[in-house]
């Protein structure tokens, strides 16, 4: 019994040996190319920066890729921070409800380290009053999330109301344009 015990130990341990010596031989010998391709999804985030501060303004909402505010009192001018974060290019749109307004851009500044120097350069915005395009430009973000400190690009917005309309709702909307390669 104990030799039958023995030559099966044996065969065990010569079993293993040559899966551990000759598997790995013939992997190592196998050629070929392995291509992985993928594709991320293009993300746009707006937001109103959280030093932002007007007595006729109320941040309805904000987050996502929307950002909803309401207009009381009777001044007709309404100065938005914007944080805008972006893998792709993107484009951001203002839409007032029941109201005429006029939208422009009046500042533009990177708040860190990982905003691409492109997104600076890159931005169209509305130096003019528009009614409905603000900005629009190439990638902002290199890294970070989408509450990182420091990979947002702040766009100061000016919207000057109808004086007589100085009530009301706006929602400023960043869509993604095609993905960055």
């Not at 006029?102 to 120097?117: A, F, I, Q, R, Y």
């Not at 970070?144 to 919207?159: F, Q, R």
Request: aromatic share 4%.
């Amino acid at each position: 019994m104990p030799a039958d015990w023995l030559g099966l130990r044996c065969r065990l341990i010569f079993t293993l040996c040559a899966v551990l010596f000759i598997v790995p031989a013939n992997v190592r010998t196998q050629t070929g190319r392995v291509v992985l391709k993928a594709t991320v999804s293009g993300t746009v985030t707006l937001s109103v920066a959280p030093t932002f501060s007007q007595s006729n303004v109320t941040v309805v909402s904000s987050g996502g890729n929307t950002v909803r505010i309401t207009a009381s009192g009777d001044d007709p001018v309404i100065r938005i921070p914007l944080l805008v974060r972006s893998n792709t290019s993107f484009k951001i749109s203002a839409d007032f409800e029941s109201q005429t307004a006029e939208v422009k851009v009046t500042d533009v500044h990177p708040t860190g380290n990982l905003v691409s120097p492109l997104a600076v350069h890159g931005l169209n915005v509305s130096r003019k009053f528009d009614p409905l395009l603000v900005a629009s430009g190439p990638r902002v973000s290199l890294g970070g999330t989408l509450s990182s400190p420091n990979n947002a690009l702040e766009i100061t917005v000016l919207i000057r109301l109808h004086p007589k309309q100085a009530h009301g709702s706006l929602t400023l909307v960043a869509t993604a344009g095609l993905p960055t390669q």
